[in-house]
């Protein structure tokens, strides 16, 4: 059974979506079968991460019907990625109230050719609502990785997050530190660039095991077509941290 692993966060702006594209490339690259759910219907940022756009409104969607092909996943340096953007244009808002939102979910997980997988990440909107209770009802075995940076207003959401996931003892991977302070292009310092949050106002003091730092990357992808740092800049500090997460995440779920 493939294994699904959730990447979630307590607030928005952590780079929860990003760290999920890059992981799922660097675990293709070690020669995994991966799948990757682009589950912010409200928000779907990860075709715009590889390029991928829609610019056609759709001017209907189908949530189910009976007897019809699963969707086919667009393939993408080795990774499979659903997403809500491939079904509507990339500007075209989805104003839709839960029970749709949670009919296009289970499109997304379930109604998809997916074929074969070590392993399915699906990255979820931030907090606590009910766009995230319909994702873990609908994957009941999933695992979660929370992501924060290291901000307060980031732990404390991300507490909340920690506690409404143990008491449904849904299983928690571990936690990773995104925007971990920059390495100086110019002297090689480490620069923090927030304040440390307290072991007890964190995460980790309850209980969450930190699996990676990964320090902000300032190389430029404005240019050309969007690519993720694994791909682009491997050897940038962010870059190795990423591969080094994604490597600790399949020994542990080994």
């Not at 928000?43 to 209907?60: C, F, K, N, Q, Y």
Request: aromatic share 6%; hydrophobic share 45%; with cysteine.
């Amino acid at each position: 059974m493939t294994q699904t692993i959730v990447f979630a966060s307590g607030k928005g702006g952590v780079g929860k979506s990003t760290l999920a594209l890059n992981t799922a490339v660097a675990l293709a690259q070690q020669g995994l079968r991966i799948g990757l759910v682009d589950a912010d219907i409200y928000g779907p940022d990860i075709p715009a991460m590889v390029g991928l756009t829609r610019r056609t409104p759709a001017r209907s969607i189908t949530l189910w019907q009976a007897d019809v092909p699963a969707d086919e996943p667009v393939e993408y340096q080795g990774v499979k990625i659903m997403s809500a953007q491939f079904l509507i244009a990339e500007d075209q808002p989805l104003d839709w109230q839960m029970p749709l939102v949670g009919l296009l979910l289970r499109r997304l997980v379930h109604d998809v050719a997916w074929g074969d997988l070590d392993l399915l990440l699906v990255d979820v909107p931030p907090g606590t609502g009910d766009l995230q209770q319909e994702l873990f009802a609908l994957v009941p075995d999933a695992r979660v990785v929370l992501v924060v940076t290291p901000q307060y207003a980031a732990h404390l959401d991300g507490r909340k997050l920690v506690s409404m996931l143990q008491r449904r003892t849904i299983s928690i991977v571990g936690g990773v530190e995104n925007m971990s302070g920059l390495d100086c292009p110019s002297c090689g310092d480490h620069i923090a660039l927030f304040p440390r949050v307290a072991h007890e106002c964190a995460i980790w003091g309850q209980g969450v095991e930190e699996l990676g730092r990964i320090p902000f990357c300032a190389v430029d992808s404005g240019r050309g077509t969007p690519s993720p740092l694994v791909v682009s800049a491997p050897d940038s500090a962010a870059g190795r941290e990423i591969v080094a997460f994604a490597k600790k995440l399949t020994s542990i779920l080994d």
